[in-house]
């Protein structure tokens, strides 16, 4: 397998779930052993492809130079969930307003999936009541145990590098079970919108969360971000744009000129997040919930806040909304 990583290579930069001190995050790979197969990663594969610190273009008082990218096209191994994520990525950043936007699509179009089989459930997820616990869009999946690496081409790019191996029967299962079930909320219309806004279950966030932001800094399918101008000296007015992830939890983030903060507590932070996840992406475009059950935030959030306790939470008070009760 470290001679197919290696013939890969050539073209291809690889990236996959790797051991950085007691995080397992996303790194550029070049053998099998790096690859961290049986552990669920703490970080998503979005920053593969989707820079947590990028520059936009470069200006100086006349002119406007777009940055460029790398030419070399990407592999990414990764979970079924994470590949339903990056589906929600593609949505809003593709399809939000009839335009895509340039700077994801550059880098997305590059990327090619190898799908990691989940041996089992891990600890936290819970894809399969998000519906995310299957995948058909992958070039390649592997499955590496014990016995070796079981290998699934479906894109005809990569038959010839793994061509001069033994033909197997193999196919990746997928998980149909977890540990963790949520309760998905059913929000029927806009006018219940307004009376989940009123909920008591956001005040005790107020005081938990410390708007640290972590748990949307882990999320496969949050894409906030800002945009900054940075100058490169006083007296210059040479510089560039960049574009820096934010997050939704952060205390400031919904400050508006003039300096008010519409959404100035925890609670109603965490209210619009979970709105987000959990009704206002599929109001927009048609496509199911935004949240994939990859039960990241749950593992980051230094206040033991589980974001699925919150999903259950809402159901049940959205249950007792239709009842006529709250
Ligand atoms: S909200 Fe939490 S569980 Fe859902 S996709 Fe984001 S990190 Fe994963
Ligand atoms: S990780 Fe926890 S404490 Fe930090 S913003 Fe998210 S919910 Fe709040």
Same mark, same amino acid.
């Given at each position: ?30 053998? $099998? ?7 669920? @990663? ?17 200006? @100086? ?11 070399? &096209? #990407?592999?990414? !191994? ?6 339903? +994520?990056?589906?929600?990525?593609? #949505? ?14 550059? !880098? ?6 190898? !799908? ?15 519906? @995310? ?14 016995? +070796?690496?079981?290998?699934? $081409? ?30 998905? &909320? ?12 009123? !909920? ?17 800094? $882990?999320?496969?399918?949050? @894409? ?13 007015? /040479? ?15 919904? #400050? ?31 496509? +199911? ?22 999903? /259950? ?10 009842? +006529?009760?709250?």
């Amino acid at each position: 397998m470290d001679e197919i990583f290696a013939a890969l290579s050539e073209t291809y930069r690889i990236y996959a779930p790797v051991k950085r001190g007691k995080f397992i995050r996303y790194g550029e790979v070049k053998s $099998v052993e790096q690859v961290v197969w049986n552990e669920k @990663s703490h970080f998503s594969p979005k920053e593969v492809f989707y820079p947590i610190v990028q520059t936009l273009l470069y200006f @100086s008082e006349n002119d406007v130079r777009e940055s460029e990218v790398d030419d070399k &096209p #990407t592999i990414i !191994l990764l979970r079924p969930c994470d590949i339903n +994520g990056i589906h929600r990525l593609d #949505t809003v950043f593709m399809e939000n307003g009839g335009h895509a936007d340039n700077y994801y699509q550059r !880098l997305r179009e590059k990327v090619k999936f190898f !799908l990691m089989e989940c041996p089992e459930s891990f600890e936290t997820c819970f894809c399969v009541s998000m519906g @995310s616990n299957v995948t058909d869009d992958y070039s390649v999946a592997l499955r590496v145990n014990d016995d +070796g690496v079981f290998v699934e $081409v479906k894109d005809e790019t990569f038959a010839a590098v793994f061509g001069g191996e033994a033909a197997c029967d193999f196919t990746p299962a997928f998980v149909t079970e977890n540990k963790r079930k949520v309760n998905v &909320p059913e929000i029927t219309d806009r006018a219940m919108v307004k009376d989940i806004h009123a !909920l008591d279950m956001w005040r005790e966030f107020d005081d938990n969360c410390i708007g640290c932001g972590g748990c949307n800094t $882990v999320c496969i399918t949050c @894409s906030c971000f800002d945009t900054t101008d940075i100058i490169y000296n006083e007296t210059s007015r /040479d510089g560039e744009r960049r574009r820096v992830w934010s997050s939704c939890m952060l205390n400031d983030y919904s #400050t508006v000129a003039g300096g008010h903060n519409v959404r100035a507590k925890a609670g109603d932070r965490m209210r619009f997040k979970a709105m987000h996840k959990l009704y206002d992406y599929n109001a927009r475009f048609g496509k +199911g919930n935004m949240c994939v059950g990859c039960g990241r935030c749950d593992m980051r959030c230094p206040k033991d806040i589980h974001f699925s306790e919150t999903i /259950d939470k809402l159901a049940a008070a959205v249950e007792n909304l239709k009842k +006529g009760e709250n």
